[in-house]
């Protein structure tokens, strides 16, 4: 009998084991509401929409917090995108699904108007997005940390 309890005991603990790990993998989608944070000031910068589609994120801005002298279109950006407004901006594209992380893909910096490859990883149980931007390899680059909103 006491053989039969600690057998069931084992079985719910990896039934909940599984569970919990299948739970983590869904909060490890970078798929969400994610908020950056200027890299010189600390505050917030933009509130960026992730989503998936046939394979390839996308990140578009779905709320930008402007400083009073900031401009709300992105005026060096060439192209289609000049003088584009940043709100509804795509600045993350083509990033695919590569072991942990996300990579082959492009950022664009509205800020100054150029676009870099880059990479992304969900850490801290989906929580954080770890996000790289960079110039043919990923050591000469910058790299953010995004805070999950939803």
């Not at 709300?72 to 509804?88: M, R, S």
């Not at 072991?99 to 910096?109: M, N, P």
Request: with cysteine; charged share 20%; glycine share 12%.
């Amino acid at each position: 009998m006491r053989i039969l309890k600690q057998s069931a005991v084992i079985a719910l603990t990896v039934v909940a084991a599984l569970a919990s790990s299948a739970a983590r993998a869904d909060n490890a989608s970078p798929v969400g509401l994610w908020r950056n944070v200027d890299d010189v000031s600390g505050k917030p910068r933009a509130l960026i929409r992730i989503t998936e589609a046939n394979g390839s994120l996308q990140g578009k801005i779905e709320k930008v917090f402007l400083a009073p002298n900031e401009s709300p279109t992105c005026t060096k950006c060439e192209g289609a995108l000049k003088n584009a407004p940043v709100f509804g901006l795509v600045i993350l594209s083509g990033l695919k699904k590569d072991g942990a992380g996300f990579t082959g893909g492009q950022i664009l910096d509205p800020d100054n108007g150029k676009t870099y490859s880059s990479k992304i990883y969900v850490t801290d149980g989906g929580k954080k997005l770890n996000v790289r931007g960079y110039i043919g390899v990923s050591l000469l680059g910058r790299s953010q940390i995004w805070q999950r909103q939803e």
